[in-house]
């Protein structure tokens, strides 16, 4: 079973008439005032928000706020690029808090490497009301039953559509939540002319992998797949994302979307051409079966009348030496014997007895010899692109295990420094209220008090907790190594399978130019010469 995949990148900027502040204030469901322009955005009462969480790298948060308004604050030209915003579809084999822990693995995965502020959001499904069934009666739609406190039953049907927002800052930020330069490795142009795998390519397949391991250890059996049907094999013609806008002017008017009839018009195109394609081969069948009709009734025709001149021929002595282009003629008047079983008998002295013939069956097949050579050339170095593509896929899984192995350590960085962060100032709280109490100046108060005995602990627990961090951040480079090829060995995967790609689409273009070639010459060789008899 497969889930359906969906991520998207998508830019938030000046130029279309948007703001940071807005777009997070929605995601979010909170109250944003913009300091830059003075706008309020207020979307304390959307509902469907589930979770939001700010991330900087290294593991710290920030008020969102306070990180927007610096956003915009950063960003001086009027079509300044504010966001770059990854929306992503949640697996729906795993359950709340599954979902929320594979987001926020996510969420810090961005922030450390692309060091940026990221401002996660998880949205609940869109319900899926009775006016939705009746303008849309085959779209898809999940019934859950819901126990409510006072234990009635509430069944609520929604499109099963559990997504995230994360949005990461256009440039980088400290992990004390100060804004710097640009984020290039974000930029799709930058990418370009770098001639590196831009943002979307790279998360693409990364996001499958965390998503699919988060699956495995829940338990479910469900997988996702960041390729498109096309690289999957897969004879189907993909959807039309609508988007936020579509659905609710749909639900605004009750009626289609222009961005619905779009993908209605797309699929019928589709469909309309793939019965074009069919009535094509059909008619090119068609044709060809006609010809070869008429090169059999002329080749019947032809064979009847060479037959009826050698019953016209006296018969000869059978130790009468052979005429010397008698074998070619023998040899296809076999030929035509085994393939009509109309034509009357000829004897060998008959046959022996006809001067010249008067049909030439023999095919050259020279120009085929070529194209032959042609397509198993084309077959040998598919094979070989294919064990060195089987090769590259088998080196990239062994490096992903190898950095599964070796884990992610700037992950548990980040959550050592969060929880050594905390018993800092757990154990700054508590030293401050036993100073106020007064009770510092007694050695046996102290050992008696036991918050005394929590700042003596949550000191142990600091102390432990940095040595974890040191033999942890002994592991890093080796982490970052393994991380770098096995992102080197999965672009060669890729490469290599585009290459196998190529190479298929060659081989299919050589076999269909054989076939062509194969057709036309058993045309030819069904079809007679005809020639006037000598003498």
């Not at 282009?325 to 000829?346: F, G, N, S």
């Not at 005394?452 to 080796?478: F, H, N, S, Y």
């Amino acid at each position: 079973m497969s889930d359906q995949y969906h991520l998207s990148l998508k830019s938030i900027s000046r130029k279309a008439g948007r703001s940071s502040t807005a777009a997070a204030a929605y995601r979010s469901g909170e109250l944003i005032i913009d300091e830059r322009t003075g706008e309020i955005h207020d979307y304390r009462r959307k509902r469907g928000v589930l979770y939001s969480q700010i991330v900087l790298p290294g593991g710290g948060t920030m008020p969102r706020a306070a990180l927007w308004n610096a956003v915009e604050i950063k960003h001086k030209r009027g079509d300044a690029i504010l966001v770059r915003e990854i929306e992503i579809a949640l697996p729906s084999g795993l359950n709340a808090a599954q979902r929320k822990a594979l987001v926020e693995k996510y969420a810090r995965l961005l922030a450390n490497r692309y060091k940026v502020a990221v401002d996660l959001a998880i949205h609940a499904p869109h319900p899926v009301t009775d006016a939705d069934l009746e303008r849309d009666p085959h779209q898809y739609y999940v019934e859950e039953i819901e126990v409510l406190d006072d234990g009635h039953e509430i069944k609520r049907r929604h499109n099963g559509n559990w997504h995230a927002h994360v949005s990461m800052s256009a440039c980088h930020f400290d992990a004390s939540g100060v804004p710097g330069k640009k984020c290039v490795e974000l930029d799709q142009i930058h990418c370009q002319r770098a001639k590196i795998d831009n943002a979307a390519d790279v998360e693409r397949p990364r996001w499958a992998e965390l998503a699919n391991a988060a699956l495995a250890a829940a338990g479910s059996a469900d997988r996702i797949d960041h390729r498109s049907y096309a690289a999957r094999g897969i004879d189907r013609v993909p959807t039309v994302h609508r988007g936020a806008h579509a659905n609710a002017v749909e639900r605004r008017t009750g009626q289609a979307s222009r961005r619905r009839l779009y993908g209605q018009q797309l699929a019928a195109e589709a469909a309309q051409a793939e019965a074009g394609v069919e009535a094509e081969i059909a008619a090119l069948i068609s044709g060809i079966e006609a010809e070869l009709a008429d090169a059999v009734a002329d080749r019947d025709a032809e064979l009847a009348q060479a037959a009826g001149q050698a019953e016209d021929v006296p018969a000869v002595s059978q130790a009468a030496p052979p005429a010397p282009d008698v074998q070619p003629w023998r040899a296809a008047l076999a030929a035509a014997r085994a393939a009509t079983a109309a034509v009357p008998e000829i004897s060998q002295a008959d046959a022996a007895a006809v001067e010249a013939p008067t049909v030439s069956l023999a095919v050259s097949a020279a120009p085929l010899v070529p194209v032959v050579d042609q397509t198993a050339q084309k077959k040998v170095r598919l094979a070989e692109l294919r064990t060195a593509a089987a090769q590259a896929e088998a080196r990239a899984s062994s490096a992903s295990m190898t950095e599964s192995l070796l884990g992610y350590p700037r992950d548990a960085l980040v959550e050592l420094r969060r929880v050594l962060g905390d018993a800092q100032r757990e154990r700054d709280e508590l030293e401050r209220r036993i100073q106020a109490r007064g009770w510092i100046a007694s050695a046996a108060a102290l050992i008696s008090d036991p918050e005394a005995d929590r700042v003596a602990e949550l000191g142990r627990q600091a102390q432990a907790i940095g040595l974890k961090i040191t033999a942890v951040e002994a592991t890093v480079p080796a982490a970052d190594r393994a991380h770098s090829a096995t992102l080197q060995a999965h672009q060669k995967a890729r490469k290599a399978a585009a290459e196998v790609k190529t190479a298929e689409l060659e081989l299919k273009a050589s076999e269909a130019a054989q076939s062509d070639l194969q057709r036309r010459q058993d045309v030819d060789a069904m079809t007679p010469n005809r020639q006037k008899p000598k003498g």
